[in-house]
């Protein structure tokens, strides 16, 4: 049984940092990645960005130079941290537990989701 609980959403002025934690619980393999999706309002949910076990990262090309995520292995926790975030950084992101093979494949595990809104 996997389990994803997100934390650390909210609202936050434009130009602003928020930072996301996924807590990763269950049967996990060494092939598994970790993504972060996020869904805005009347749109499909969209792929932001994935790290695999080894450390691998990938991005969505609009939020490359201003996110990062990280994971801490001890703790089986995966961090997205957002900066310079826009209006059109709004909505709820969800994590999900995956596979990367050049890009990421995303399975049946999702997390409840967290809303982030950035509006001044």
């Known amino acids: 049984q996997v389990r994803l609980v997100e934390s650390g959403g909210g609202l936050v002025q434009p130009g602003g940092s928020l930072s996301l934690s996924c807590a990763v619980s269950?049967?996990?393999?060494?092939?598994?990645?970790v993504g972060w999706y996020r869904q805005a309002p009347g749109k499909p949910r969209a792929f932001v960005a994935s790290?695999?076990?080894?450390?691998?990262?990938n991005y969505e090309s609009s939020v490359k130079d201003r996110f990062a995520i990280s994971r801490d292995n001890s703790k089986n926790t995966v961090i997205l941290q957002m900066n310079s975030l826009k209006p059109e950084d709004t909505g709820v992101y969800y994590c999900?537990?995956?596979?990367?093979?050049?890009?990421?494949?995303?399975?049946?595990?999702w997390g409840q989701g967290t809303q982030v809104t950035v509006s001044s």
């Open positions: 999900n537990l995956g596979s990367y093979s050049g890009t990421y494949y995303p399975d049946d595990y």
């Open positions: 269950g049967t996990i393999y060494s092939d598994n990645a």
């Open positions: 790290i695999t076990n080894g450390g691998t990262t």
